[in-house]
């Protein structure tokens, strides 16, 4: 369960991103949240993984509540979320394969379990057959894909994903968006930032609609 | 735990990779820090091969009484019974002049010029070892016996051990200046050397954070970075000290002949050959430390 409250972020030089913004998901729950850039999406995303602090209001996932949590328990937070970015962060000078791997790395998995692991995700969003290739090689589709398979790989409870169709053509970013929903329909809750909303919509999803950092009904 | 062991090899693995991405900078490196460490620990081979020498010839302080040549059998046992009786003397030795000449045959480089003697030109001897060793105590007593009749020359022999022994102690303290003054250095190699590394790898440590990496797992590829790169630098300190050792020796073996005495440079022996290497291995993971504590908390902040 992700739920805020009164969270409010405020940058260094007074710009308000995000004010008074309070919302409740349950498990399971599949969310859009729309508005024009600058609405405030990103920073929302932020919020919840963790990689910003709210300046008021708390954050509470799964119990934890995020603006008091402790630096070093951060990391273990994250590992509850599969982030995936509109500009991938893909590690270039490693394999398709190395790039979906770092999570399980990171969480220590056993080595053979993991690659089991990673060829399933792979599998899961078409990329199998380009294991062994860097990711310069692919499109920027696959690069997108690529950039999924490693947010799923360590199954996550929650997916993230900021503008994930920001950079592809329309059948890309409807094929992408199945793959959302695919994940969303065995029980992940999934969080998805996009100023495309006609895109979002057919997910038929519940709508968070920011307008300048606030929430619209 | 057979996790946690595979992590450690996985980044060991992911370290070796990248020290060998750019070997050219890495030799470089390697081999400052092995040159940097190749001087205090040749000087201190060396030193230590001095104090061997010293060692030979006793330090322990003694005053050499040599009687008049003209002094008879029973003036000898007479100064034989006063030394016997003196409350400040531990132990004598007495050296006939026929032995003293023996002896003299025997040792160092001068065999021939003995040879040529037509007569015993060397005195009869005591070898006189104090009971208190001090500077001023084996003074007052040669003084004292070289006030006996028959004395006709007192001498501190070991003077010049001591002083030699004062210097070594003195070269030591120099050379545990120059190694914490080059250990800096060697520190400072490595810090600079993560720094880089670290600026080259900055995506990398981005995304591993995002994604859930502790800063420990983000540290550990970069210590080892530098604990490798510290462990080459020993191992090639420790091949220049042996090679100068190898030549040195030769040149030493030379100049030995020609005083007809048997010297030989010893080398590190183990366990300080692996103080060595280990030392600077450990400094190598410092200073990596010390670099990724610093840097990484500065990406932290973006």
């Known amino acids: 369960m992700i739920s805020l409250s009164q969270v409010c972020k405020r940058y260094p030089g007074g710009y308000d991103a995000l004010k008074n913004i309070s919302f409740t998901m349950q498990h399971g729950e599949l969310v859009a949240v729309t508005g024009h850039s600058g609405a405030g999406k990103s920073t929302l995303l932020k919020l919840i993984a963790a990689i910003e602090r709210p300046t008021r209001g708390s954050i509470i996932i799964n119990g934890q509540n995020t603006s008091s949590l402790r630096t070093a328990a951060i990391p273990y937070l994250r590992r509850n979320f599969g982030l995936v970015f509109q500009d991938h962060k893909l590690l270039f000078e490693r394999t398709v394969f190395e790039n979906v791997l770092l999570p399980l790395q990171i969480t220590g998995f056993e080595r053979r379990e993991s690659a089991k692991r990673v060829r399933a995700a792979l599998d899961k969003v078409g990329l199998l057959d380009k294991e062994k290739t860097l990711p310069i090689t692919l499109s920027g589709g696959e690069q997108q894909r690529l950039c999924i398979a490693r947010a799923i790989v360590s199954r996550p409870a929650i997916l993230l994903a900021d503008e994930p169709t920001g950079n592809l053509d329309a059948a890309y970013a409807s094929d992408i968006m199945e793959l959302f929903k695919s994940f969303n329909q065995v029980g992940v809750t999934v969080i998805i930032a996009s100023h495309d909303e006609a895109m979002l919509k057919r997910l038929n999803p519940r709508l968070l609609k920011l307008n300048c950092g606030e929430l619209a009904s | ?302």
């Open chain 2, 1 to 302: 735990m057979k996790n946690w062991l595979s992590h450690h090899a996985q980044s060991l693995w992911l370290a070796l990779k990248r020290l060998l991405q750019n070997p050219f900078a890495g030799l470089l490196n390697i081999g400052v820090i092995g040159i940097a460490l190749s001087l205090p620990s040749g000087l201190y081979v060396l030193l230590n091969n001095l104090e061997n020498l010293s060692r030979q010839v006793s330090s322990e302080p003694q005053i050499s009484l040599f009687l008049n040549m003209q002094a008879t059998p029973a003036e000898v046992a007479q100064m034989q019974a006063q030394l016997k009786s003196h409350p400040g003397v531990r132990n004598f030795q007495f050296v006939p002049r026929d032995q003293a000449l023996r002896e003299l045959q025997k040792a160092a480089g001068i065999g021939d010029v003995v040879q040529s003697l037509t007569h015993n030109p060397l005195p009869d001897a005591f070898i006189i070892h104090a009971k208190n060793s001090s500077a001023e105590a084996l003074q007052a007593l040669r003084d004292e016996i070289s006030s006996w009749p028959n004395a006709a020359h007192v001498q501190l022999d070991s003077l010049w051990a001591q002083r030699l022994d004062a210097l070594l102690r003195l070269g030591k303290l120099v050379i545990l200046m120059l190694a914490i003054l080059l250990s800096f250095a060697l520190v400072a190699v490595t810090f600079n050397t993560i720094r880089l590394q670290i600026l080259t790898q900055r995506d990398e440590i981005e995304v591993a954070k995002l994604i859930g990496a502790t800063p420990r797992f983000i540290r550990r590829p970069f210590l080892y970075i530098g604990a490798l790169q510290g462990l080459a630098g020993g191992v090639i300190a420790w091949v220049i000290v042996a090679i100068s050792i190898h030549v040195l020796d030769k040149g030493i073996a030379d100049l030995t002949r020609l005083y007809s005495v048997n010297f030989q440079l010893n080398h590190l022996n183990i366990s300080d050959s692996g103080s060595l290497i280990l030392f600077s291995a450990w400094l190598g993971w410092v200073g990596a430390w010390m670099s990724v504590s610093r840097h990484l908390h500065q990406i932290e902040q973006h």
